[in-house]
């Protein structure tokens, strides 16, 4: 019986008879201690530069999906890499030293670990998950906010899951940020971004952005519209502040927090239609259209009741319009008064 490997370590499952006289050689038992030395203890450095397919052979020792700890390093890299797993069971923990965000997939699926963070990445050979770990710092200054992936494209699309793009390569002259539903933890936030247009005022909002490993590159925008789009929102954005015109690069992992505006108060009754008349005051009432304040003359303010002219403001003073004032009066001159 000829010898078979294991689905996801690739060791050798010895067969009946098979390999007689060589369990001490590397191609026998002991190469299973090898594997499973790696497995257990073993740290692959993968320096990437691109996509990148990790090797899986039979018996091999030297499998780059053996070891339990990956340290991604930079070895030339332009944008964001993909590193391919196979579609078996499996768990490593990340150390990623790059300035991109790292997707591993089993050609199905994927998961990120963001740029220059540790994080744990697993598959149950179906669908592959990943946690990326913060420190306090990032607790500190990322309280509330998303993580997301950059994307240059700008095309109106879904950008796909975890990323953000906008339709402007110059990034501070953008009108439009196409956002997926899913940040790139794998959380929906449909119903949560659905809500950043809740507010009645025009502006309904200021928007972040930020580098999660550099603070110091950012944009922030004022938002004015969401509009659902099928699994990414349209939001239309314009630009407050910058680091600078095009701060981020084709990966770069992102925070992403936004903060309400408040809602616009209700409209009062009193209407403005300019200077206005004793007939038709400019600051009037809506129930009462001939009763308010109306500019009569230069330097004058004048008052109206019922179409009436009853005083008048100028640099002179008060003119009650010949009608006297009464005790039961002085809180209407006292008013006035207090209104000039």
């Given amino acids: 019986?000829?010898?078979?490997?294991?689905?996801?370590?690739?060791?050798?499952?010895?067969?009946?008879?098979?390999?007689?006289?060589?369990?001490?050689?590397?191609?026998?038992?002991?190469?299973?201690?090898?594997?499973?030395?790696?497995?257990?203890?073993?740290v692959e450095?993968?320096?990437?530069?691109?996509?990148?397919?990790?090797?899986?052979?039979?018996?091999?020792?030297?499998?780059?999906?053996?070891?339990?700890?990956?340290?991604?390093?930079?070895?030339?890299?332009?944008?964001?890499?993909?590193?391919?797993?196979?579609?078996?069971?499996?768990?490593?923990?990340?150390?990623?030293?790059?300035?991109?965000?790292?997707?591993?997939?089993?050609?199905?699926?994927?998961?990120?670990?963001?740029?220059?963070r540790e994080g744990l990445v697993w598959t149950d050979g179906t669908s592959v998950y990943a946690k990326t770990f913060l420190d306090q710092a990032d607790a500190d200054n990322v309280t509330d906010a998303l993580p997301y992936v950059f994307s240059t494209t700008t095309a109106d699309s879904d950008p796909g899951a975890g990323k953000l793009r906008l339709d402007n390569p110059t990034q501070n002259a953008a009108t439009t940020l196409y956002i997926d539903d899913q940040d790139s933890n794998a959380a929906d936030l449909t119903s949560l971004i659905a809500t950043w247009d809740d507010s009645t005022s025009p502006v309904k909002g200021t928007l972040w952005l930020r580098v999660q490993s550099d603070p110091k590159k950012f944009l922030t925008f004022n938002l004015t519209g969401v509009m659902a789009a099928g699994g990414?929102?349209?939001?239309?954005?314009?630009?407050?502040?910058?680091?600078?015109?095009?701060?981020?690069?084709?990966?770069?992992?992102?925070?992403?927090?936004?903060?309400?505006?408040?809602?616009?108060?209700?409209?009062?009754?009193?209407?403005?239609?300019?200077?206005?008349?004793?007939?038709?005051?400019?600051?009037?009432?809506?129930?009462?259209?001939?009763?308010?304040?109306?500019?009569?003359?230069?330097?004058?303010?004048?008052?109206?009741?019922?179409?009436t002219q009853v005083a008048a403001f100028s640099s002179t003073g008060l003119d009650m319009k010949g009608k006297a004032i009464t005790n039961a009066d002085e809180p209407v001159a006292f008013f006035f008064g207090c209104v000039m």
């Fill in 1 to 42: 019986m000829a010898s078979n490997p294991t689905t996801i370590g690739k060791l050798r499952k010895q067969g009946l008879g098979d390999n007689l006289n060589t369990w001490g050689l590397s191609g026998g038992l002991n190469g299973n201690f090898d594997l499973l030395d790696d497995a257990v203890w073993g």
């Fill in 45 to 116: 450095v993968i320096a990437l530069s691109g996509d990148r397919t990790l090797t899986s052979a039979n018996y091999a020792a030297g499998n780059e999906i053996a070891p339990r700890v990956h340290r991604l390093t930079d070895g030339g890299l332009a944008a964001a890499p993909t590193i391919t797993v196979p579609a078996t069971a499996n768990w490593w923990f990340v150390n990623n030293e790059t300035a991109y965000a790292v997707s591993y997939s089993n050609g199905a699926n994927s998961a990120l670990v963001s740029a220059n």
């Fill in 232 to 307: 990414y929102t349209k939001l239309t954005v314009s630009a407050l502040a910058s680091s600078a015109a095009s701060p981020f690069v084709n990966g770069d992992a992102l925070y992403v927090a936004f903060t309400a505006s408040g809602s616009q108060g209700d409209a009062g009754s009193i209407t403005n239609a300019g200077d206005g008349s004793v007939a038709a005051p400019g600051f009037a009432f809506a129930a009462d259209p001939d009763t308010g304040a109306y500019r009569s003359g230069d330097g004058e303010v004048s008052f109206a009741s019922n179409g």
